[in-house]
């Protein structure tokens, strides 16, 4: 403790997190904070240049509506988000973001990002919402675009800063705590208002990629909850706790399906050989209207093939040598066909080389080449990302010009993205109910809080008292070295020691929690009543044991923490689906004690946790259509 050094900040606007919201937020807020005299700090656990889910890269922008191009409306996209969805989504939130995201996607461009172009100059589309970029250094991009703003402004980055949790005024925020994961630096940062943009949460459950492979997961891990506790603890509303994501991905290296299934238009069959999209089409007729819309929703694309898979009828193979073949053999001539293979065969590597490196080595690894033969795919682990095709996060006030008289009760208190706490804002997978937003939508949301936050602070331009025992605080957080230190020499092996639970293995606590009773890979993504709540009860069993967490260094101090973040990301999307007593979102998970699809929960569930006493509260909160279907 007294190695630790006490490093306080003050500023105007805090933006915690550095991926793409965060950059969006940096980008914005240098402009208003310039002109209105303001500071802007930028905390994030990692170095900005690689940090969040982007850090590999991307191989598509996955929202972009071309609005100026005429090819869609902003309807046209509510309408996608609010079907693939099971009927689910803010559709103020999601126009919100729709009608700025293009000029997010040109300003990626102006600053050298390279957006794939056809012979007339025009974007090549991945999908009706997709462009195709070659975006290895996507985030370096974006990350620099970032810091340069903000060098123009009075402004602050902390980089590789784990933000444990919110400080209070009442019922204000006014400023977060955490600690260097390379010094020995114990930090409070004070804040007129905080820009939540920590993205979602992984290895809440038990991943497939065990042993060896261990760590190797779709949404990257060092993504762990933060902004699910950090909103939680400050006492905000969250939404959709229940709506996690399981994206279908090659098997074991979790490479992306979308440029297979929607630029190459391939296949993916059983080990029979059979199109479950064909085969088990009938299955669509008993999810309402959504299982009659165009594309078929995510969660239930993904149900039909776990019925094949149930039913032993797997592997399931992506049939990418049908397609290859296909697209090549469409060319007029023997010569066009070869150069087509050829720039196919280009585009199949560059996709994984781009985003997931590992799958593209799995290739090389098992001799695969994807013009000769097919590859595995598989439903992933469960993950909580807000801005994907799941829809977790917090409950966000939307903006004033898109309410009406039906919605501004419910879905405005002054700020856009404000939370329901006073001066704290959230972005990104932090925000929930607007799913379908991606990188580019992210950044565009995190430009849209940012300017609400700016708004705020003018408006509410005091530095709030911060209530908490930051003393008490410091030890709390430091608490885990302590233990080990104390402890360590009661054992030979440091992993197994009566007086503390070593972060590793209460994440496998953790994992096996989620995997068996909350519907994991395991349970074939199934659960009940029963389930969750013999579920719920190991978790408090779990929470009682995080006190006796123990870190040998400042890397196993952040490791408790974040596994601190998952274990709330975990109570609150098992509440959640308790108290939905209805099956939505089949292929995502099912209830098997509530099977059907009911019209009195065609509704958001919502909770929040007094931060006080840790008593939580379920809420039903309606949901209004803006755009016609
Ligand atoms: O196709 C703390 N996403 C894709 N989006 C696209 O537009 N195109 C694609 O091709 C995409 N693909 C994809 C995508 C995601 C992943 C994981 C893969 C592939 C493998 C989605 C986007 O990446 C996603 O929508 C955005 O990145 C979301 O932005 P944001 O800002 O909400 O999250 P972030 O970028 O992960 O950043 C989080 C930041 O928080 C930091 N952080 N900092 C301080 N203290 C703590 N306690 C913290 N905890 C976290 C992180 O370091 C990071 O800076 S496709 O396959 O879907
Ligand atoms: P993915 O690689 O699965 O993340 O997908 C990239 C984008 O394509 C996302 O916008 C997905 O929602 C979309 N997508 C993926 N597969 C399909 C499909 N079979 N039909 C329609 N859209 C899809």
Known sequence: MENFETVEVTTDLLILGGGMAACGAAVESAYWAKQNGLKVTVVDKAAMDRSGAVAMGLSAINQYVGLSEGDNTLEDYVNYVRNDLMGVAREDLVVSIARHVDSTVHLFEKWGLPIWKDAEGKYVHEGRWQVMINGESYKVLVAEAAKNALKEADSEIFERVFIVGPLMDGDRVAGAYGFSVRENKFYVFKAKAIMTAMGGAVHVFKPRSTGEGLGRAWYPPWNSGSSTYFTLAAGAELTCQEVRFIPVRFKDGYGPVGAWFLLFKSRAVNGLGESYMETRRPELDN????????????????????????????????????????????????????????????????????????????????????????????????YFIGSHSGASGAWVSGPEDLQTDATKADYFWGYANMATTKGLFCAGDASGASSHKFSSGSFTEGRIAAKGAIKFIVENNTQPNVADDIEALKTKVLAPLALFEAEKAKTTDPDINPAY????????????????????????????????????????????DAEKLGAEDLHELMRCWENQHRTYQAEAHIRTMLFREETRWPGYYFRSDTPTMKDEWYCFANCKMDPATGEWTMLKRPIHKLVAD
């Not at 093939?305 to 149930?310: A, F, G, I, S």
């Not at 995997?515 to 719920?536: I, R």
């Open 287 to 382: 999810w309402g209207p959504y299982g009659h819309v165009k594309p078929v929703p995510a969660n239930l694309r993904n149900y039909l093939m776990l019925l094949d898979v149930n039913e032993g009828k797997g592997p399931i193979y992506m049939k990418t040598e049908e397609a290859i073949q296909k697209l090549a053999a469409a060319m007029p001539d023997p010569m066009e066909q070869k150069k087509k293979l050829k720039e196919l065969e280009n585009e199949a590597w560059e996709d994984f080389l781009d985003m997931t490196i590992s799958q593209a080595i799995l290739w090389a690894a098992t001799n695969t080449q994807p013009e000769e033969k097919p590859s595995e795919i598989a439903a992933a682990e469960p």
């Open 501 to 544: 639970i070593r972060p590793k293995m209460y994440m496998f606590r953790l994992q096996k929690i989620m995997d068996e009773y909350a519907g994991g890979v395991t349970a074939q993504f199934a659960t009940s009543k029963a389930q969750l709540e013999k579920g719920l009860e190991l978790l408090g069993v779990l929470k009682e």
